[in-house]
Structure formats: C-alpha cells, structure tokens
C-alpha cells in the first residue's frame, strides 16, 4: 500500500506555454500533500504544502501564481507550471502523507522548457 | 525552522563492505527520522525510518541509529550490493500530520564491485 502516482514522467514544452502535472495517492487518502522541486545533484526543496479543499501553502520565494497548486479530493493534487521559461526547468517531485504519518513519493516530472 | 546536516556528500566502498551515512539536526522538537533512497530520475523511496522512542531500528541490511541528545542519526548498509548505488537522503520532522520534510543534501552512495 501507500503508492504515488505522479504522471507525466516528463514533459518538453515551450516557452509561455502552462503544463499540468498530476499526483494521485492510488490505494489511501491524503488531506496534504507536499510539491518539491528538484535540481540536478541537489536536494529536495520544498515548494508548498496542498491541502484537500483549501487553498495551497506556500514556501518562500515561491510564486504562487506561477505554480498554481490545486487539490480537489483526497486522492489528486495537481501542479500547474503557467507560462513557463527555461528557468522553470527541473525535476518536479509530489508527496503524500500516508498510513503511519509516513511521506511516500511520487516518481517525479523532468521538465524542460525550451 | 528544522536544518538537517548530511554527510559523506560522496561515498564509495567496495561491494559487501558497510557503509554509513551521518546527519545532524537542529529542532530538538524532531520526532521522525525517515531516511529515502533516490535513483537516478526516480523519485525518493522511503528504506527505513525511525521515532524520537527508538533508539535503533533495523531492517535485513538496513539500520538506522538515533541519539536523541547529540541530535544526530545514521543509516547503516551492511553487506553492500552494487544496487545499493544511489542518493540516500535523510530528513526530519515534527511528525505531525500535515509537516513537510527537512532534507539534508544527500549522499551519493557508490559501490564497486
């Protein structure tokens, strides 16, 4: 028990165009779940916390109208990247609080904006 | 707020010898010590944790240590295998409900046949 589904795997788009990335919590329900961000050799950061029916929490220096967070039931929270720019390039990591308060991963996006 | 230390940044030993990984955190509020192992392109997967009443947890190879008052915990890999190669973080947390995870920087763990 306790899987993340995080789809897609990984996503090439243009500059100013927005792209959706979905996270599920497949077999438990998840009132919060957590968005990191991720460089290559570098650590998880923290992005913000989504909460089921309420709006996002979200970390600073991270714009909140440029990821908007959306959690509609207890089992999906999605990311969406607006107008995205080559800076927004990265590996894009969900995670859900499950049985035993325990944090489980999605598989994470790479995105490249070109 | 929670600062996790982590090193080696870099390990490499040779096949079947152990290894250990050491992190340090700062919250003395910390209660839940999960440790992730990454693979390249993959996401984070959850190897072993531990709880501020434990003071050792293992787990076939695995093991992790806990000193609630030097305020630090370490992974143990015994017997290592050429697919023990990855990214080991640790992290720590409140363990409430609804608290993120404070990562460390990660170990990138090499083992040569």
């Known amino acids: 028990g306790a899987v993340v589904s995080q789809h897609p795997s990984w996503v090439i788009c243009k500059s100013g165009t927005s792209v959706k990335i979905e996270c599920r919590s497949l077999?438990?329900?998840?009132?919060?779940m957590f968005w990191y961000r991720q460089f290559p050799k570098q650590s998880l950061m923290l992005m913000a916390t989504s909460n089921e029916g309420s709006k996002a929490t979200y970390e600073q220096g991270v714009e909140k109208d440029k990821f908007l967070i959306n959690h509609a039931s207890l089992t999906l929270s999605t990311l969406t990247v607006t107008s995205a720019h080559p800076e927004d390039s990265s590996f894009y990591i969900c995670?859900?609080?499950?049985?035993?308060?325990?944090?489980?991963f999605g598989s994470g996006t790479q995105l490249s904006v070109l | 707020g929670e600062n996790v230390e982590q090193h080696p940044s870099t390990l490499s030993v040779q096949e079947g010898d152990s290894a250990v990984i050491k992190c340090t955190y700062s919250d003395s509020a910390s209660n839940y010590f999960p440790w992730y192992k990454q693979e390249l392109g993959k996401g984070p997967q959850l190897i072993i944790d531990?709880?501020?009443?434990?003071g050792e947890k293992k787990d076939q190879r695995i093991a992790v240590t806990l000193n609630k008052t030097a305020k630090h915990f370490s992974l143990h890999i015994t017997e290592t295998q050429p697919e023990d190669s990855a990214v080991y973080f640790c992290?720590?947390?409140?363990?409430?409900?609804?608290?993120?995870?404070?990562f460390g920087k990660g170990t990138s763990l090499l083992v040569t046949p």
């Open positions: 077999d438990f329900q998840a009132t919060t």
């Open positions: 531990i709880r501020s009443n434990v």
């Open positions: 995670s859900a609080m499950g049985r035993g308060e325990k944090l489980f």
């Open positions: 992290a720590a947390t409140p363990g409430n409900s609804g608290y993120a995870l404070n």
